[in-house]
Nanobody, 122 residues
């Protein structure tokens, strides 16, 4: 059974930092591309970043230069370091495991975590 558990969300002031973690069980990061998405109420879930099984990394333009995705294969955990946070980064952040398709589409991901709330105050 695949399980993804996010943690690390919280309330932070604009300009601050947070590090999200996604611990996985039932899958191996050496075989899956892992992605981070975020969603605000009333809007579609949007792509934030992804790291492939081979280590290739992709970022949304909105977070490029501020967010860093990484992974620890020994711990089967993927991270999202978020710096220089802005109020518009406020959302529920989800990690997901890609099974087939492009990293940008939610439809490509079969496994999802429950999400962690990130709130950035101005």
């Amino acid at each position: 059974q695949v399980q993804l558990v996010e943690s690390g969300g919280g309330l932070v002031q604009a300009g601050g930092s947070l590090r999200l973690s996604c611990a996985a069980s039932g899958i191996s990061f050496t075989r899956y591309t892992m992605g981070w998405f975020r969603q605000v109420p009333g809007k579609e879930r949007e792509f934030v970043s992804a790291i492939t099984w081979s280590g290739s990394i992709t970022y949304a333009d909105s977070v490029k230069g501020r967010f860093t995705i990484s992974r620890d294969t020994a711990k089967n955990t993927v991270y999202l370091q978020m710096n220089s946070l802005k109020p518009e980064d406020t959302a529920v952040y989800y990690c997901a495991a890609l099974t087939i398709g492009t990293v940008y589409s939610t439809k490509s991901y079969a496994y999802w975590g429950q999400g962690t709330q990130v709130t950035v105050s101005s």
